[in-house]
């Protein structure tokens, strides 16, 4: 195994970060200015991810604020009906919102977010609200690039990985980069960074990895100067032409594989869910990067980020039918 994990846990992953309400476009194919009707999910990618790696079979809950509305009981309501652990989600009882995402489907290859997420309450978590007993009952804990992206969250993930190292909880670090959030472009660079850099795992599109480095990279270059610090697994997606993971002396590459698309989005979150499912069940580094490709090419093919996330099922059949591309 390429991560060595705390036996003996209640929970194999908590992630960090928002949890929000996705509207895809129903009457989809066509512009968000002429879409009238959308369907109402649970969104926000630490939230896909936690959800997607219950519905594979691991134990996992959440850390997150939500406003104290109907949309954050939509919220903690879902993620309980689907066995993800919501003890360690607080209320904001300061007015602030949770995250919208509207989701444009132009056609399969099209699509684009918009984001309302002006003064929301998932960028209000901070460090008090971090509850060390909750980092020690979990295996990993998965950290969201979007956390940092504004105080009280930023440092109340940084204080959560620092709490989470201290009792051998692994980290992953997900870039899961959203300009909108952000005021600068030298922020993304130095916070990503540090992040990145004590983490265990980095997982992130070349894209973002620019963002971090603030140019265009390349995948070597950047997996060995992550690798010199904490990191054991850096993780480069390239969409549909595959993903690469460097360790100190492998790089395993993955290619996609076929999906009839739907939409692009959502990819991602399946891809992290199918890639911890893999590591912590004791997988391969080959094999873990595979049953990431094909969850991220079932639900590139649903209207969902997150009811959309396979079973474990889903996933090994979906690799026994289909090829790489
Ligand atoms: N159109 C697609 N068809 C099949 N698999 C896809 C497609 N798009 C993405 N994937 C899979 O999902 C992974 C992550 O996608 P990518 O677009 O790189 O990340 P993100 O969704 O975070 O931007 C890819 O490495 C690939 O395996
Ligand atoms: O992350 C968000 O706030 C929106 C998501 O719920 C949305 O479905 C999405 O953008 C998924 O992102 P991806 O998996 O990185 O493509």
Redesign the pocket.
Known sequence: MMLSLEGDRPLDLVTLG?A?I?L?AYDYNQPLERTKTFVK?????P??IAIGARRLGLRTGMIAKVSDDAMGRFVVNFLKEVGVDTSGIVVDHDGHKT?L?F?EIKSPTECS?L?YRDEVADLYLSPGEIHEDYLRKSKILLISG?ALSRSPSREAAFYAAEVARKHGTRIVFEL?Y?AYTWKSKYEPMVYYTLMARLADVVIG?RDEYDVMEGGRGQDEVTASQLLAYAPSIVVIKHGVDGSVAYTKDAVVRAQAFHAKVLK?????????SGLLYGLISGATLERALALASAA?AI?VGRH???EAMPSLEEVESFMNESRER
Do not use: H, M, Q
Not at 41 to 45: A, D, N, P, R, T
Not at 264 to 270: K, M, Q, R, S
């Open positions: 928002r929000c996705d895809n999910y649970v969104g926000g990618s939230a896909n995250g995402a989701t977010i984001l979007t899961d959203r599109t692009t989005f959502g990819a991602g979150d399946a891809y992290a991220a639900v969902s980020s997150s």
